[in-house]
């Protein structure tokens, strides 16, 4: 089998969840306002695209639906796509989320994406009366349901959660067939869902239980995985000082993993990218100045055939000025020549 298609240009974000860290003296205010200008001055600096984290019922003002932040920043920016890592499927309608989204698109100008998960903290699952076991299908039928409500014929579904007879969708997106999707795999059974629904890939964990797999799955039907985008939450703080900044943002990292910690503590899920004695893709922090982030975010993108690279825009409680300073140093001295790269 040979193909001749190439891999999709590298495409550079940021993500933003908004929370504060306690104890910081940032209030949840003031950190939104402030993720709201960085993502004015990311669009004027060329990144490609923003990504929403959401978690719900948190106490550090974590972005619990995507939807009115996407909104907002489709009005503030002009060029910049707008997507989520991740929005939580099940916990959405998905005929309200099938026109929400579609009028972000119209508002966008055709700037949005999706990246969809099932969620795994229990706490979440728990307030809103649903059981963690009716996720999977939940989030399958509610994949299906947004990909009719998109298309140019009205619903007629019927599974076990949702059932819909001549529902039509109106307006339809501005990207033909809907915004382009993604799904987030932390194990072997998430890597097949992406290759089933024909989704791009949001690949956590050990690279042989979640990328690998995907591939071979999109080869195995005469797919080719160079057409489709590979994307990763891989932060970066490009300094000058790393003893003095990354002290700020290892803190801010710190708290962000104690919150995950407890999630995962109580799932009773299984995930390799939490076990030490796997062989997971690596997510922590590249921290330097800008020849030392291009060296080791090269080698990175081309090990794990990334096409789309994310680092955390304004971590908990850190200084937006400082957050500011890496962003640009990396769009003017960084992100260039790991576009270069690529394409040479």
């Not at 190439?6 to 003296?25: C, E, M, N, V, W």
């Not at 349901?145 to 076990?160: C, E, H, V």
């Amino acid at each position: 089998m040979s193909f001749t298609s190439s891999k999709p240009k590298l495409r550079i974000g940021l993500a933003y969840d908004f929370r504060t860290r306690p104890g910081s003296g940032v209030s949840v205010t003031d950190s939104y306002a402030a993720g709201l200008e960085q993502i004015r001055l990311a669009d004027q600096l060329g990144f490609d695209h923003v990504w929403f984290s959401e978690h719900r019922f948190l106490k550090d003002g974590h972005l619990p639906g995507f939807v009115p932040a996407a909104g907002v920043v489709a009005g503030a920016t002009k060029n910049i796509r707008i997507g989520t890592d991740i929005a939580l499927l099940p916990f959405y309608d998905p005929l309200r989320l099938a026109e929400d989204v579609a009028v972000l698109d119209q508002f966008s100008g055709g700037r949005i994406e999706l990246g969809i998960g099932m969620g795994y903290a229990p706490h979440e699952f728990k307030a809103i009366g649903m059981p963690v076991k009716n996720r999977v299908s939940h989030t399958e039928e509610g994949i299906e349901i947004l990909r009719q409500a998109w298309s140019d014929t009205p619903i007629n579904f019927k599974g076990k959660r949702y059932s819909y007879t001549d529902v039509d969708v109106h307006p339809k997106p501005i990207q033909p067939g809907g915004p382009p999707l993604w799904i987030a795999a932390m194990s072997h059974a998430g890597a097949m869902r992406a290759a089933r629904f024909d989704t791009h890939i949001l690949p956590q964990g050990n690279r042989r239980d979640v990328l690998d797999p995907w591939k071979s799955e999109l080869l195995a039907s005469g797919r080719d995985p160079n057409m489709y985008r590979v994307g990763i939450l891989k932060s970066f703080l490009v300094t000058y000082d790393k003893e003095r900044d990354w002290a700020l943002v290892k803190e801010a990292e710190r708290y962000r993993m104690s919150v995950y910690a407890k999630f995962f503590a109580a799932t009773e899920d299984s995930y390799t990218a939490l076990d030490k004695d796997s062989d997971p893709i690596p997510q922590n922090w590249v921290v330097g100045d800008p020849e030392e982030v291009t060296i080791a975010l090269q080698h990175f993108i081309t090990e794990h055939s990334i096409t789309d690279l994310t680092g955390w825009g304004l971590p908990p409680g850190v200084p937006p000025e400082l957050a500011a300073s890496s962003i640009e140093l990396f769009a003017s001295h960084v992100a260039p020549r790991l576009k270069a790269h690529e394409t040479s």
